[in-house]
């Protein structure tokens, strides 16, 4: 992972279910920068599931993981929110809370095979979330001729930046974000691919979410 300050996170509540042997599994994962955003979360999914068999969760609060809580719900010591904390662990992931439900199918797994069930609720919760790496982010707005449209567009897209928005008026105006540590490249570029024609606005400074693949991202727009 590059850049200095970046972590790892998840980008929105999301879920996914599994069977194994009879029984459902749901694993639910969500964004929570403090433990009363995870005790929430925890509560809100228990609401949803008050009939299932087991909610069993886990969460990491804060940068250096300095808050990491878990818990079994009933079932054997260490067999679930143990396996649950270390995918979380492993993945590198904060401020998260995972929850995985489990309604009992009438088939015992023991205690290897309920590991391996709530290893994967962990993992599946964190997919259907999303991690996505925060870095120190730039958001830049500027204006170009329609002329330049073309040229423009071709540069962007070997860019590591997301086009976030281009709206079509007198001139284009393009909404862009940029890792902070390649900010100063791809301005310099910029100005050379625009023949010095264009004139970036630098309007946000903040932590921006990108995708853990996409380290050095691309300049594919996103509608």
């Known amino acids: 992972m ?3 300050d970046a972590y790892r996170t998840v980008l929105a509540r999301g879920s996914e279910q599994f069977i194994i042997n009879k029984s459902r599994f749901i694993g639910h994962g969500a964004p929570c920068r403090t433990e009363e955003e995870a005790l929430d979360f925890l509560a809100d999914i228990r609401r949803e599931h008050k ?5 069993c969760y886990a969460y990491v609060i804060g940068r250096n993981a300095g808050i990491a809580r878990y818990s079994d719900d009933g079932e054997p010591s260490g067999t679930a929110g143990a396996p649950i904390i270390e995918v979380i662990k492993a993945r590198g992931v904060v401020d998260v809370c995972v ?16 590991i391996r069930a709530y290893a994967q609720g962990s993992k599946a919760a964190l997919d259907a979330a999303r991690v996505v790496v925060m870095h120190k982010t730039h958001r830049y707005l500027f204006d170009a001729d329609y002329a330049m449209v073309g040229k423009l567009d071709y540069f962007l897209k070997f860019q590591p930046v997301r ?9 284009v105006t393009y909404d862009v974000s940029v890792k902070q540590e390649d900010a100063p490249a791809f301005l310099a570029g910029l100005v050379e691919a625009s023949l010095g024609r264009v004139e970036p606005l630098l ?3 903040d932590y921006g979410p990108w995708d853990e693949a996409d380290a050095s991202a691309t300049g594919a727009e996103k509608e």
């Open 51 to 55: 009939d299932a068999s087991h909610n």
């Open 203 to 205: 309007l946000e400074e």
């Open 2 to 4: 590059s850049g200095q």
């Open 99 to 114: 929850v995985v439900t489990r309604y009992f199918g009438g088939i015992l797994l023991g205690a290897g095979g309920l």
């Open 163 to 171: 086009v976030n928005a281009r709206d079509f008026a007198a001139s």
